[in-house]
């Protein structure tokens, strides 16, 4: 004993100046901050974003939206569309997260003038969360209901249809020698959504919105319980969950795509969905609906892809993620309509109706059209719980986005009205919310996470319970029309512009160049600088254009809730505006000057991490009043690794064009 006491009083000692508050708590080595919480395992990260990405909307809107706007010819705009404004974007979010460990509001020490920005994205989240929950609760009650030897959708003669439903069955015996007029008839799946799971009935509209249905009440319950189980333990929990919520929707869709093939009348939905129609790539509009299916199918904007980064170690080869994550997408939205279509095939011979009478999109196909589609199969409830129960994953594990585009009506179901997609993931948006404001108030919530994620969870259930009423599907298409529309572009674009403009092509490019060990190409360059802005600013006009009032079937919606639904919209634009007059206020100098102040990157803006600040961040450590600082921090950290020596080639490269720009 004592000679190991003699050994620690030879033992040098660092000077208070070089040490900093991370170095006493942990070890030096850790890549993530333990207060923090980081991924356990490399595929945590990959998975949470195939899952992410990979959604309800690529089960039933993209193979809807390919064969109105010319089948496989469409394939051309969304393919050029993902490299113009898809993979940039995501590759940026991503960029920012990681270099940074910070949430969307904390990320904003970038440049503090626009932290409105991340104050917009929690707006959206929190609204969309409130409704996306209930898509959960809708897909939980079909998943309960699946659960008998008799579907109770496959025939009429139950109480609550009327005497305008009409069984497919009556309509396949009598196709030859009945003359039966479907025009005026309803089909008992589309009634069991409308008028037995809703309840819509009991309400006159949006202003009256009737009794609590207690079936879905504790259905929404049930859905949050899900969700904060998921989450209980931040990313270390939920990276798990991925593990199966990202991965078992494969299985189920490849069963769902083999037993279609193989259905009689398959070849006819298929041939429906690829037929190729060059003409349409003519139409401005194709171009213009490729590159919305791409903006809102990868979810960027939400804060959830620089959410899931900011918990990645410092030299994650996100650069390609990006690739596996986008091109992983797209083919799965291509798959996913050969196994909705080959079914459609098969339902509309088993109808007799020409497939475009049978092929619906948004939540109309996944309420309606497919049960029924279901109750045609051998073994019916089986297909209808495997069906269900992969929505149920690909719930829980993508994102719910919405995007302001406008199917055709169908009465009595959400979506067919014309209301926005739904791309649902709720553990992005948790884990978006949890970490955004934990972030900006660490000392005081990061120790009771769990409790304050069980506050939020109860908060936004009991702000949801309202679309649990007979009315509650007028108040849900409302959110889902107006609460992540033009909000959302206008949050995208102006990160974009930030990002390149304020904080600086020049130095962004250097930040992924210390993270990746390499700067990004031409080719992010061009779409960073001129292509996405363009192109989004392109699809905000053409929707501010082409802006229709919120219907539901034959419901029009009053003044009042569109003015309402309007406000909710333009809150999340506001957010900018009031976070830069913040930011001045909290400056001083000239007006101009407090301008300039609060654009600039606070001095704590870079790496979380101490061993990861080289470069120009060395000059904000602890021991930076040295003359030396890189070789104080070489030093600390063990001598100069292949990431010092790119910070060093960065160094050089400012010092050169300092020099250059004063001759």
């Not at 196909?365 to 497919?370: C, N, Q």
């Not at 049960?371 to 495997?386: E, H, Y």
């Not at 990004?520 to 929707?543: D, E, H, Q």
Request: net charge neutral; aromatic share 14%.
């Amino acid at each position: 004993m004592k000679k190991i006491r003699q050994q620690q009083l030879r033992k040098p000692v660092t000077p208070e100046l070089l040490v900093s508050p991370s170095s006493q708590d942990g070890e030096l080595g850790s890549q993530c901050p333990e207060d923090r919480g980081n991924w356990t395992g490399r595929l945590d990260f990959l998975l949470s974003c195939i899952g992410y990405c990979v959604g309800l909307g690529n089960v039933w809107r993209f193979p809807y939206r390919a064969y109105t706007n010319g089948g496989g010819a469409f394939l051309v705009p969304y393919f050029i569309m993902l490299a113009i404004c898809g993979i940039p974007i995501f590759f940026m979010e991503l960029s920012l997260g990681q270099f940074s460990s910070l949430g969307p509001l904390a990320v904003w020490k970038i440049s503090p003038l626009f932290k409105g920005i991340g104050m917009g994205t929690i707006l959206i989240v929190s609204l969309v969360a409130i409704y996306y929950n209930m898509i959960i609760a809708y897909v939980l009650f079909y998943l309960f209901a699946s659960l008998t030897s008799d579907l109770p959708w496959q025939h009429c003669g139950n109480w609550w249809n009327t005497d305008l439903c009409l069984d497919h069955r009556i309509l396949k015996a009598g196709n030859t020698t009945l003359p039966v007029n479907i025009s005026n008839t309803v089909s008992p799946s589309e009634e069991y959504w409308s008028r037995y799971v809703l309840h819509i009935q009991g309400s006159s509209g949006i202003g009256d919105p009737g009794r609590i249905r207690w079936n879905l009440c504790l259905c929404l319950l049930l859905s949050w319980t899900i969700v904060y189980l998921c989450i209980l333990k931040g990313v270390k929990s939920s990276g798990k969950v991925v593990y199966f919520t990202a991965t078992f929707p494969y299985l189920i869709l490849v069963m769902l795509l083999i037993r279609g093939v193989t259905l009689e009348g398959a070849w006819k939905g298929i041939r429906f969905y690829l037929t190729p129609q060059f003409d349409h790539l003519l139409s401005s509009k194709v171009w213009i609906e490729a590159a919305l299916q791409i903006f809102y199918s990868l979810g960027v904007g939400f804060g959830g892809l620089l959410t899931f980064a900011s918990y990645n170690t410092f030299h994650q080869n996100i650069y390609r993620d990006t690739f596996i994550v986008t091109l992983g997408n797209a083919i799965t939205s291509i798959l996913a309509g050969f196994a909705i279509f080959s079914v459609l095939g098969y339902m509309s011979q088993e109808l007799g109706v020409p497939v475009n009478q049978v092929a619906k999109a948004g939540p109309g196909l996944a309420f309606v059209v497919y049960p029924q589609a279901m109750t045609m199969l051998p073994l019916s409830p089986f297909w209808s719980f495997l069906f269900f129960f992969m929505l149920l994953t690909l719930g829980l594990d993508s994102q719910v986005r919405t995007e302001p585009s406008r199917p055709a009506a169908v009465p009595g179901i959400p979506g067919g009205s014309g209301n926005p997609l739904f791309l649902p993931i709720q553990f992005a948006f948790m884990e978006t919310i949890v970490t955004a404001v934990t972030d900006e108030f660490p000392y005081y919530l990061r120790p009771k996470k769990a409790v304050f994620s069980a506050a939020i969870c109860i908060g936004l259930f009991l702000m949801g319970l309202i679309l649990t009423t007979e009315g509650g599907m007028y108040w849900l298409v409302l959110l889902d029309d107006y609460s992540a529309g033009f909000g959302l572009m206008v949050v995208v674009i102006t990160t974009c512009l930030v990002v390149t403009r304020v904080y600086g092509m020049k130095r962004f490019c250097r930040d992924i160049h210390m993270m990746l060990g390499f700067q990004p190409g031409p080719y992010f360059r061009a779409c960073w600088m001129v292509l996405s802005p363009a192109t989004m600013m392109a699809l905000l006009v053409y929707n501010i254009i082409k802006y229709q009032p919120s219907e539901y079937g034959s419901y029009r919606f009053p003044a009042w809730a569109e003015a309402l639904g309007i406000l909710m919209g333009l809150c999340s634009c506001l957010m900018i505006p009031a976070g830069m007059l913040m930011a001045v206020l909290q400056e001083e100098g000239t007006l101009w000057e407090r301008f300039q102040q609060a654009s600039r990157p606070t001095m704590d803006w870079g790496p979380s991490l101490e061993e990861n600040r080289t470069g120009t961040y060395v000059a904000s450590l602890a021991g930076s009043q040295s003359p030396k600082p890189l070789m104080v921090h070489m030093r600390k950290y063990g001598g100069i690794t292949s990431y010092e020596n790119t910070a060093i080639e960065v160094d050089k490269e400012i010092e050169e064009e300092e020099e250059e720009s004063m001759m």
